[in-house]
């Protein structure tokens, strides 16, 4: 009888309905607030590429954190000096190449609450303010990357003693 029911309750639900629900459940099931071990995932196919959006989904995510509490202190409200700063530190915090994208997505969702919400203007002021930003290099990103990996190898000391 159960099952009649849900059926009759998903016919009433129409197919948007329903795959509105599908695509909530989903995004709920994605959602994932802690790396997963990537030693047991290495032969899974297609487990790599997931990592990796993952990975870069936290990092956005906790820089966006870090950076909103720091224009907390500041009035922050149309001022380029400020879009400037966050612009730097987007291109020191993300080296990877080819990161352009994710870069300005982060500086907008920064950004957007203190502009109005209007991303267009934010991708303008981005366009002119562009040649004042400190372009990350391969000598940078190179060291970014071993100071990364010396942190990282200090803290797995660490928690070992």
């Given at each position: 009888?159960?099952i009649?029911?849900?059926i009759?309750?998903?016919?009433?639900?129409?197919?948007?309905?329903?795959?509105q629900?599908?695509?909530?459940?989903?995004?709920?099931?994605?959602?994932?607030?802690?790396?997963?071990?990537?030693a047991?995932?290495?032969?899974?196919?297609?487990?790599?590429?997931?990592y990796?959006?993952?990975?870069?989904?936290?990092?956005?995510?906790?820089?966006?954190?870090?950076?909103?509490?720091i224009?907390?202190?500041?009035?922050?409200?149309?001022?380029s000096?400020?879009?400037?700063?966050?612009?730097?530190?987007?291109?020191q915090?993300?080296?990877?190449?080819?990161?352009?994208?994710?870069?300005?997505?982060?500086?907008?969702?920064?950004?957007k609450?203190?502009y109005?919400?209007?991303?267009?203007?934010?991708?303008?002021?981005?366009k002119?303010?562009?040649p004042?930003i400190?372009?990350?290099?391969?000598?940078?990103?190179?060291?970014?990357?071993?100071?990364?990996f010396?942190l990282?190898?200090?803290?797995?000391?660490l928690?070992?003693?």
């Amino acid at each position: 009888m159960s099952i009649n029911l849900q059926i009759k309750n998903s016919l009433v639900l129409g197919d948007d309905d329903l795959l509105q629900q599908s695509m909530n459940n989903t995004e709920q099931a994605t959602k994932i607030t802690h790396l997963p071990s990537k030693a047991l995932g290495k032969d899974l196919k297609g487990f790599d590429e997931k990592y990796k959006q993952i990975k870069l989904q936290k990092k956005s995510e906790d820089f966006i954190t870090e950076i909103e509490r720091i224009l907390k202190l500041f009035d922050c409200k149309l001022n380029s000096d400020i879009l400037l700063f966050v612009l730097n530190a987007v291109e020191q915090y993300f080296y990877k190449p080819k990161s352009g994208e994710i870069k300005e997505q982060v500086v907008i969702s920064i950004m957007k609450k203190y502009y109005n919400d209007d991303e267009e203007l934010i991708k303008h002021i981005i366009k002119l303010v562009l040649p004042l930003i400190k372009k990350s290099t391969l000598t940078h990103r190179i060291l970014s990357k071993a100071t990364h990996f010396f942190l990282l190898m200090a803290s797995v000391i660490l928690q070992k003693k």
